[in-house]
């Protein structure tokens, strides 16, 4: 995984505890409800936007430092948060789970070794790891290789039972089925790169001479491909696999390299395939056939790879709105708690720990947003987001959102290409949301006297154009804001544009926003 900088590290870690921690008290005005009048009245100028007459919008900010309320509408109505609903996945996990959680993964023996054969079954367990690569799965067969085994008489025997065999949300939609970013869930899974897009393949094209040439990442032979690309004068090439099938159909016209991440149609027998493969160059032969079963009680464990701590999984996770970290994370959440690795008993304890925290009026279906049904009220998300500063793990909460302007895509992730150049770069931390006619964002920021404020801005049933920009100039307004001193109408329209479209940058591969 890519890291900060040392300062910019130190940097963050210094603006984090300055959050946790109780804020200086504002400068005394000699009207401070005058600050906060215009700031009422230029958030509605904002939201009197053509595109949100017939949108609903719901819009509340308050101090972090009391508890005021500057500004609401709608603060109470439920809306569709899309990706803001990591923001209660996020501090669930961090609270359940802790920020030392690492993912397990083991080879284990069921059988006996004699010499250089192990009698019995090989097997391959996890619990759900979404940032292992290919290449681990590689040192996991080299350490069994280094075990002095050559030959296994029994099977391959992959261990998914962490979990539970539902892989996709009960409201996702079918046509996101073999989209990366709604990719089936298991407890044995594989990332291609260290944006960790968990489930999925990225498969690449380029022209080479008169033909297309197709390769994969990892190298795979898992998926059937149907090259029917030509080459041509521009790039427009379709990479798509069919429903319910390991068959991947290219079509179009390809004149450069060009990528697409697509999800597999099933992370276990997709990790049993790098396995095995792994073994085989290894020089570990398996006679048996590959299967799925739970490891027998009393095996043993022959190798073993763990996962980096949650701590600094939040990252990846919340700074390119990873929708499979989400719900990989809710599954572990139930196992933890309820020893049920399920999205219900996952999305209790996210439930009960959000409502604990002041979070009362909520709808979570899932753990990323995908589902349509899930709805949260700007209040709610205000409510969680000024409870849980005081956490022992809060700094690293803060630290794992999206940073307006920055451009590191591991440090402002999602915010990399809004508000550059304005009072909000580099203040506003907060988790951007987004499907077709819905946009939020909603986090931190620091006024222009040094207060802190939490914000839920959330935009839905717009008809076109997703009005992010609406939401940057708010944000912006908030980085503005004085009790003392009222900011003129010129520095309101000091924004950068938005990048358009109703999907969130880090979902369009490769990411380029």
């Known amino acids: 995984m890519r890291r900060t900088s040392a300062s910019l590290a130190a940097g963050a870690l210094v603006a984090a505890l300055a959050w946790a921690s109780s804020p200086a008290t504002p400068a005394t005005a000699l009207d401070p409800a005058a600050g906060v009048a215009d700031l009422a009245t230029d958030i509605n100028k904002i939201l009197a936007d053509s595109r949100l007459t017939v949108a609903r919008a719901g819009v509340v900010v308050k101090s972090a430092a009391n508890g005021e309320e500057l500004y609401a509408t709608d603060a109470g109505k439920l809306l569709t948060p899309a990706s803001n609903t990591k923001l209660f996945t996020a501090a669930a996990a961090a609270e359940t789970l802790g920020l030392d959680y690492r993912f397990t993964t083991s080879v284990l023996s069921s059988g006996r070794k004699v010499g250089s054969v192990l009698t019995g079954d090989l097997v391959l367990r996890g619990t759900g790891d979404p940032t292992i690569l290919a290449e681990d799965y590689d040192r996991l067969a080299a350490a069994v ?21 539902q892989r996709l949300g009960n409201d996702w939609a079918w046509d996101d089925e073999t989209a990366y970013y709604a990719a089936p869930i298991s407890a044995l899974t594989a990332s291609p790169d260290r944006d960790y897009d968990a489930g999925s393949i990225v498969v690449s094209v380029a022209a080479d001479g008169s033909a297309v040439k197709v390769s994969t990442t990892p190298e795979a032979d898992y ?40 999800a597999v149609d099933d992370p276990t027998a997709y990790v049993s395939t790098l396995f095995r493969k792994a073994l085989a160059k290894h020089g570990v032969k398996v006679l048996g056939p590959t299967t799925s079963a739970a490891a027998p009680s009393g095996a043993a464990e022959l190798a ?120 909000a770069a580099g203040n506003v931390h907060a988790k951007t949301g987004s499907l077709t006619g819905v946009t939020s964002l909603s986090g931190y920021v620091t006024s222009a006297d040094g207060e802190p404020l939490v914000f839920s801005i959330m935009l839905n049933q717009y008809l076109s154009g997703a009005p992010k920009d609406i939401e940057d100039k708010i944000a912006i307004r908030l980085a503005q804001f004085s009790r003392t001193n009222p900011t003129t109408s010129a520095e309101l329209r000091s924004s950068s544009p938005s990048p358009s479209g109703d999907l969130e940058c880090s979902w369009l591969k490769p990411a380029v926003c």
Do not use: C
């Not at 290789?145 to 065999?165: M, N």
């Open 304 to 423: 073993k790879h763990e996962s980096m701590p949650l701590n600094e999984l939040l990252v990846p996770f919340m700074k390119l709105s990873n929708n499979i970290h989400a719900e990989i994370l809710v599954k572990a959440m139930g196992r933890k708690v309820a020893g049920q690795g399920t999205w219900p008993a996952g999305l209790k304890v996210a439930t009960d720990f959000a409502k604990a925290n002041g979070a009362q009026v909520l709808n979570m279906r899932d753990g990323s947003g995908l589902s349509r049904r899930d709805a949260f009220t700007p209040t709610s998300i205000t409510q969680l987001l000024s409870a849980v500063r005081a956490k022992p793990w809060f700094p690293a909460y803060y630290d794992s959102l999206p940073i307006a302007g920055e451009q590191d895509r591991f440090v402002g992730g999602t915010l990399r290409s809004r508000m550059r150049g304005t009072p």
């Open 145 to 165: 290789a280094g075990k002095g085994i050559k030959l296994v008489t029994g099977r391959l025997v992959a261990d998914d039972t962490w979990f539970d065999g």
């Open 223 to 262: 998926f059937k491909i149907v090259n029917r690309a030509t080459v041509g004068a521009e790039t427009n090439v379709l990479i798509e696999r069919q429903h319910g099938t390991r068959t991947v159909v290219i079509t179009g016209t390809v004149a450069g390299p060009y990528d697409e991440w697509v």
